[in-house]
C-alpha cells in the first residue's frame, strides 16, 4: 500500500462521516475518491499484496457529476434525474473556469429544492399557481442585481368586470387562469419569469431580445381566444349588453388586454419600487387606448405611435414610445 493510500484510509475509518474526497491538479477536479469503494478494497487480508502497487489515480472515481456554482437548483436535479448511472450522492461544484470550489450531496440538493418548493407554494397566487408579489420583488431585485438588462412586463385584463358580473366568478376565474398558463408557455419558452399580483394583473421579466416576439404572440393569441369565453349570443354581437351603475343600457365588448413594458438596460440603477411606479404609469397609458394595447417605454426613441393588425381581424394593438 502506498503511503498515500495508508493515508485515506486511515482518514476514512477515523471519521465516518467523510464519503469522499474531490481528487484535484492544477485547481481542476479529476475524479473523486469515494469511501465505500476505497474500504472495500481492503476487506480481506489480501488487500495488501492485491493493491500494494495501486495509485489513488487508479481507484478514484472518474465519473463524477460536475455542477457549476451558478446552476440552478431544478436544472442541477433534472441534470441529475436524467443521468442513471449515478450510484453516489455526492457531486463536484466549480466555478465558471472550472475551478474546484467543493462538494454537494444530492440529499442536501432535494432538502434545498423541497425548502424552495414550500416557499414558493406558500408566496404563490392560489389561483394560478405562479409566484405572487413576494415571489415578484425578490425576483425584480435579482434581475436588477444582475445588471444584465431585462424588460419589465405589466399585463392587465381590460372589460374583466363586466364578464365575470354577467358570467360568474366561475367563468372569469377561467379566464384568468387561461391568461395565466398563456403568458407561462410563452414567458417561459423566452426564458423569463411570470408572477401573478392578483386578480387580473400579472409581471413579466423577459430577456431584451426575446421580449417582443412573445408578447406579440401572446396579444395575437388572446385575441383569438377571447370570443370562446362568452355565449354564442355575446359572439355574434361582439361583446355583452349590460347596464352601468346609473342603470344606463352598456355594452363592453371582449375582454382584452393592456400590456406596458419597460425596458431595463443594464447600468441603469433602478430598484424594483422604481420599476414598479413607472409600470404602473405606463398601464395607465396602456389603457387608455381601446382593444389590446402594448405601450412601450423607450426613453432613448421619439414620440411615436403605431398601429398593428393581424391577418383577418383588427386587433386594435397600438404601441407608443414615450420618452
Known sequence: MTAQEAHWLERFQRHSSLRCVAVVADDQPIGVLRRSSFLALFTNPFSHSLYARTQVLDVMDTHMLVARADTPLDALSQKLTERHDIEQED?????????YLGMGSIIDLLREITAVQVRQARHANPLTGLPGNILIQETLGQYLARDEGFAAVYVDLDSFKALNDVYGYARGDQVIVSLARLLQAQGESAGGFIGHIGGD???????????????????????????TFYAEADRQRGGIKTDNRQGEALFVPFVSLSVAVKPVEPGTGYQPLDI????SELKHQAKKIPGNSLFVERRAAADVQTAMQTSNHVIDLHQRVAE
Open 201 to 227: 394583473d400579472f409581471m413579466l421579466l423577459l430577456p431584451l431580445a426575446h421580449w417582443e416576439q412573445a408578447i406579440h404572440q401572446v396579444l395575437r393569441c388572446f385575441e383569438k381566444i377571447a370570443p
Open 91 to 99: 457531486f463536484v461544484i466549480v466555478e465558471n473556469d472550472g475551478a
Open 276 to 279: 414598479a411606479s413607472e409600470l
